[in-house]
């Protein structure tokens, strides 16, 4: 089958390998469609995978067709399907807690596209259950977005957002989006984002669930933010992962506000934490999701109540990947999601 392999640092490369081996359990899909995602612009920049080994062949949103069916007699061949890209031991702490988002094992287990071969690929084989039905109602290209939306999802419900909330989200990438648009779903009064890059300023101004957009690289922004809201924001969610983006939501929360880190930064971070404590701001993270919040997340698209597919700037074929990484990583780029297109 042909895949794209990552070879080196911001290099990625066609080849041709073996087709994933039926074996009797798991389950073999011919990939359809496969986002790109921030962790994986990560892996193109460092040439390594979670685990720190070359070679990854990358891609973890994605839905394709059965071709095996392995152990799950419920599944035909055709049918339509996604994953989650997810190997929780099911024995340690977390695990039996239902927190599998927290798995101990997590990086010893094999997770597609992070550590084990991914969807940038023909043929994908996944553990058996980990695979869910798509309905009818939801396209090929939504399908790619249920795993970031399950992301998103876990943030906001780390964030306890609710009704009448006043939310502030740092990074107006897709995960910062989705957070804008499940805060909307939870009952946020008032939804603001601050971004660095002015096409994604652009871009965001256009969705109806974000109130208003800020520019994260104007100095007077946490001014700006207090003028729009006096008290400060009741929740702020940063996806930004920068020092400038999380000290913007201390500063401009309000007190006893809450804030969830949703960014992964992979350096020790400068964050004025003065403000933390004489405002007692409540700090939380959030990492991945739970299956609840995948099936939410797939439910939600399917029922058109959480809408993506305007979230998606362009499809590309295998042989464009490396084009799409090296523009996506330029800084400039206007495009939020692109999408893979497997044929
Ligand atoms: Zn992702
Ligand atoms: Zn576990």
């Known amino acids: 089958m042909l895949a794209a392999r990552l070879t080196g640092p911001k290099h990625l490369e066609l080849i041709e390998t073996e087709d994933p081996v039926a074996d009797g359990q798991s389950v073999i899909i011919k990939v359809k469609t496969c986002g790109i995602c921030g962790s994986d612009l990560h892996y193109w920049e460092t040439g390594l995978d979670m685990c720190g080994k070359t070679g990854l062949i990358m891609g973890h949103e994605f839905c394709g067709t059965v071709v095996e069916n392995g152990s799950r007699i419920d599944l035909r061949p055709g049918d339509r399907v996604t994953a989650l890209p997810l190997d929780p031991c099911g024995i340690c702490g977390p695990c039996r807690k239902g927190l599998v988002n927290l798995c101990t094992r997590g990086m010893k287990r094999s997770i597609p596209g992070n550590n084990s071969q991914g969807a940038f690929a023909q043929y994908l084989k996944l553990r058996p259950d980990m695979v869910r039905i798509l309905p009818d109602t939801i396209s090929e290209n939504e399908a ?30 897709t995960i910062g989006l989705l957070c804008a648009a499940w805060a909307r779903i939870a009952g946020a009064s008032y939804i603001a984002l601050s971004e660095i890059n002015k096409g994604r300023r652009v871009f965001a101004r256009e969705l109806s669930y974000v109130d208003e957009v800020f520019d994260a690289g104007d100095p007077g922004v946490v001014s700006a933010m207090k003028k729009a809201v006096k008290s400060g924001f009741d929740i702020a969610i940063d996806t930004s992962a920068s020092d400038a983006g999380i000290n913007t939501t201390i500063s401009a929360l309000k007190s006893k506000g809450r804030l969830v880190l949703a960014g992964i930064s992979f350096h020790p971070q400068s964050i004025f934490t003065l403000l933390i404590v004489v405002r007692e701001i409540e700090m939380k993270t959030s990492l991945g999701y739970i299956p609840e919040e995948f099936d939410l997340a797939l439910e939600s698209i399917a029922s058109k109540t959480l809408h993506v597919g305007n979230l998606i700037n362009k499809t590309i074929p295998i042989e464009d990947l490396q084009k799409a990484f090296e523009n996506l990583a330029s800084g400039v780029s206007c495009d939020v999601k692109i999408i893979l297109e497997v044929t």
């Open 144 to 173: 790619a977005m249920i795993e970031p939306a399950a992301v998103a999802l876990h943030a906001v419900r780390q964030a306890s957002s609710g009704i009448g909330d006043r939310v502030l989200i740092t990074g107006g990438g």
